[in-house]
């Protein structure tokens, strides 16, 4: 497990970005005649009973400064609530959380999220608009976030593009955008939840090269949450593997190969293989 | 400056004129007429009877004419295709047909032309009253109280919904209220709308605000309402505050909806001012009609009639091509 080092609330050289201590976090739904309803709201004279749903059972895990870590898991394995939770969009319902050695509560542009769907990109701005968002709510002056927008605009490739609208673009593009969007704040911690799950494999494989190349040349912590194995051992050099609902931690892989990574070496596959086994047996070997 | 901000300046500018520059005193018509001298009634207007087809103007040439230009368009349409939007050379083709059936079954003397005044009649009728100055009174005094009344209505309802839509207890105490009120039509509130507001502008104001408010309202609300939650996200994620959420990302992408709701209300407006000039008042396009059918000159409602047409056609065309600025992005 990655736990090294005590507990230490203030942050300075060798601390963790992120703490993660015995998270757990259970949703209150209705329980329907054995079916689960997942709503706040009760209905009158309805059957339904409160139950509980446990989305995370205990998750205890640091992060430190310029890791790159991959969540996986099978689909509600409370990857993406666990991610929603170092965002500041939802809170633990025990346990806790801190970044830099401070408790989260709430958004902050510090821990920036690029969302699963590329929807998340505003339709009313434009390339430009939509990066230069962030900056303009930091109090950036107009000069230095022209420079900013266009300097991620370069990383990003998006060259050429910096005035149309998010519906005459792709969606790669579209996520390329949310990517700048998010990394043009310079925030220490960039958040992924499975941004490209919804793309076809080849703009996939050039966003993952993408992504890596950003990460290498800002040097940022990165938390990225997938579903794909290969996806997660391409990117990360630390991959979380989750067991099925409710979540808890299987096992943790570390992935020292160099970037770019060879997807057909032998530890390339070797190690994508020790997943796939991880997640599909409910006892790994051993 | 940009296009859309040109569109908007521009907009902003006539709507203002027409509120503060031409807002004469209510009695604007009476005084008018006063001015004009000649025949008057008990009322100290003028008198008109003359409903002579072709005083000026020959039913022949007239359709003759209108027969030319329609297959002058017609060519045009065919021979310079990319010049001529075709939709509108054939909405211009029914509209020339019909005008010229309705002036030679009034020349043949198939209907009586009191029943059904031809259009050579209601043209140099509405010339007439250009001449004298009445049209122009009248256009100008339900201009203003629609402007008036149409910019309470985006005032009270771009608001009110915002806040319907955001603030769950303020919307369950406020929103049945709303929709008691919406079901009743608005010229149902004219009785009350003179005892409440007196005669004058006031009372017309109510009824067109009343008309124009409820689109605007209900696509305010419905707008807001459909903000999705992963532009929320997004931008608090980005360091938005809740102030930011409601102006960066509520507004701007209810906007369209809420555009529409305006356009719609306007409609509704301009229906509900002639419904409510019909009484109270002593000027306006509806009141122009409402006196000319007293006086059974019937040129004078049709050519009221028409003017109304026009307006309603020009304001919505307007509010199209603006909604198609606005909403580029979609």
Known sequence: MAMRGETDNSFGPGSHVVEIKDVKKSFYVYVDEGQTVLSEKRRWFSRKKPGELVAIKSFTLDVDHGEFVALLGPSGCGKSTLLRILAGFETPTSGFVTFKGNAINGPDPQRAMVFQSERAVFPWLTVEGNIGLGPKLQGMGKKARK???????????????????????????????????????????????????????????????????????????????????????????????????????????????????????????????????????????? | MSFRAKLLALAVLIFAGLTINFSGPAFAGQEAFEKSGGPVDTWNRPIEKEFVVGKDIDPVHFVIGVAIAMVLLLVASNTFAKFVPVPLVRALTSVGLIVIVWEMVVYYKLVNQVLLPPPTTVIIKLQGHWAKGYLQIHILASLKRLFFAFFLAIATGVPLGFLIANFRKFSDYVDPLFNLMRVVPPPAWLPFAILWFGIGNPPSYFIIWLGAFFPILLNTISGIKDTQQIHIESIQ??????????????????????????????????????????????????????????????????????????????????????????????
Request: hydrophobic share 45%.
């Open chain 2, 237 to 330: 994620t980005l360091g938005g505050s809740r102030m930011d959420v409601y102006a960066r990302v509520m507004i701007p992408s209810a906007f369209p909806t809420i555009f529409t709701g305006i356009r719609i209300g306007f409609g509704i407006g301009w229906i509900c001012l002639v419904t409510a000039e019909l009484v109270a008042v002593d000027a306006g396009l509806g009141w122009m009609i409402e006196d000319a059918r007293n006086l059974l000159d019937t040129p004078t409602v049709l050519g009221g009639m028409v003017v109304i047409m026009m307006f309603g056609i020009f304001f919505d065309t307007i509010f199209r091509a603006a909604e198609k600025e606005v909403v580029k992005w979609q």
């Open chain 1, 147 to 286: 420079e900013a927008v266009a300097k991620t605009i370069e990383l990003v490739e998006l060259k050429g593009f910096e005035r149309a609208y998010p519906k005459t673009l792709s969606g790669g593009m579209l996520q390329r955008v949310a990517v700048a969007r998010a990394i043009v704040n310079h925030p220490e911690l960039l958040l992924m939840d499975e941004p490209f799950g919804a793309l076809d494999a080849q703009t996939r494989n050039h966003l993952q090269d993408h992504v890596v190349k950003i990460w290498q040349s800002i040097e940022q912590t990165i938390i990225f949450v997938t579903h794909d194995i290969e996806e997660a051992v391409y990117l990360a050099n630390k991959v979380v593997v989750f067991t099925a609902r409710p979540g808890e931690i299987k096992e943790v892989v570390s992935i020292n190969l160099p970037h770019p990574r060879d997807r057909t070496s032998e530890e390339f596959i070797g190690l994508r293989n020790h997943c796939t086994r991880l997640i599909r047996d409910k006892h790994p070997e051993g």
